[in-house]
């Protein structure tokens, strides 16, 4: 590991947001309600650490009321971190971030549980002596692993569950402790059914409530915030190449909504590893393999070799941008047509369908070279996509 890996906190001081994919409407052609997601993208996360990376090192300055590079330090953000933002065109893959070598997926940390990340969990009915959850992993009567609840599986065959499952319960959204296995309620971690709160006025509605006289609630965004437990924050790695100046901050803004995080920067010890690091092992027929990150995966190729997948699918999109040219980071972006450059504009990438992180797979053989390559995507690997872990049945 590199002696400049360091373990980055971000605690929110309040409430947050985290943007996601806004789908339209029948009637009006956008939807205004906006859900929180629970995790930051981790483009969003890179953008912050290039951000953090020119800010430190007294590379911006404020022109024409807006932030921006200073005249003379082109040259020298470039190096510092990169000339342009994540971009998923292949032409552009795997990037150049300068000092940042590589991220890590973000999780959830706490003083007990140092990675928390999600995972699934079957929902029980209360009973004596049983909590009202279990691990989705069990081990049946014959002492064969088994997992449990409605899967995908490679040829349609039914798949027996086992008596802790009860389809009108379904799954519970948990969290896994990387280290220790132990699982732990979403509840405990995030504050759960945070109500809407009003957003901010659509323009057009504004206008016309001015001479129409049209209801005040019709021209409002709502927006359904997320808060996480008292003592649990964000957490992730960041490898450096390079002893740029890089230290805690006692607020940064983060999110969709700027929302006050506390960012503190540590760095780690030169034989400390992280679970990121650890490469896969010698995997076989039965192995569970365990998304600690959403992944860029192509179902059809995975499903050849698994006999079992729990899975969801999230959209995913991002900014492209370029360092030195784009002018304005603050407006709408536009979308990108085909192979379309920044050329000073701010771009709105293609739509991608990763596979949700927390999914678990289970295999039906080894894998062979060009299956571990299907799983690592070298670009969506750097910035931390595309990490798995091993798990095995409790």
């Given at each position: ?68 590079l ?48 999600p ?24 002492g064969k ?26 799954f ?114 039965g ?16 499903y ?91």
């Amino acid at each position: 590991m590199s002696k400049y890996t360091h373990f980055i906190k971000l605690t929110p001081l309040e409430q947050f947001c985290f943007g996601g994919e806004s789908f339209a409407s029948k009637e009006e052609k956008v939807f205004y309600f906006q859900r929180s997601r629970e995790f930051p993208q981790q483009t969003s996360l890179l953008g912050l650490l290039r951000y953090q990376l020119l800010l430190q090192n007294g590379m911006l300055e404020f022109r024409n009321g807006r932030e921006t590079l200073r005249r003379q330090s082109n040259g020298k953000a470039g190096l510092l971190v990169g000339s342009r933002g994540f971009d998923p065109l292949p032409e552009y893959c795997p990037a150049n971030f300068g000092v940042i070598s590589q991220l890590s997926p973000v999780f959830i940390t706490h003083k007990s549980h140092r990675h928390l990340l999600p995972f699934p969990g079957v929902k029980a009915w209360a009973e004596k002596n049983m909590q009202n959850h279990q691990p989705v992993f069990e081990l049946s009567r014959q002492g064969k692993a088994c997992l449990m609840g409605d899967v995908t599986l490679a040829d349609a065959r039914p798949l027996s569950l086992l008596h802790h499952y009860s389809p009108k319960l379904g799954f519970e959204h948990g969290f896994r402790d990387s280290d220790s296995g132990e699982f732990v309620c979403h509840k405990e971690v995030f504050v759960e059914n945070m109500e809407p709160q009003i957003g901010i006025f659509k323009a057009h509605t504004l206008d016309h409530r001015r001479k129409a006289g049209s209801p005040e609630q019709e021209g409002f965004f709502k927006i359904q915030y997320q808060r996480l437990q008292p003592g649990y924050a964000f957490g992730l790695y960041v490898q450096l190449s390079d002893s740029a100046s890089f230290s805690s901050q006692p607020m940064v803004m983060f999110g969709k909504e700027r929302s006050p995080f506390q960012m503190e920067v540590q760095e780690l010890k030169t034989d400390e590893r992280t679970p990121f690091e650890r490469p896969l092992p010698e995997l076989k027929a039965g192995d569970y393999l365990w998304l600690a990150s959403s992944a860029r995966l192509n179902p059809q190729q995975l499903y050849a070799f698994c006999e079992a997948v729990l899975t969801e699918e999230e959209s995913f999109r991002c900014m492209v941008s370029e360092l030195s040219e784009t002018c304005n980071y603050y407006g709408r972006p536009e979308k990108r047509s085909g192979m379309q450059q920044p050329n000073g504009k701010l771009l709105l990438s293609q739509r991608y369908n990763l596979m949700k992180r927390g999914s678990v797979l289970k295999l039906t053989s080894s894998l062979s070279e060009a299956q571990r390559k299907l799983l690592s995507d070298p670009a969506f690997q750097l910035i931390g996509y595309n990490h798995f872990l091993t798990v095995k049945p409790q």
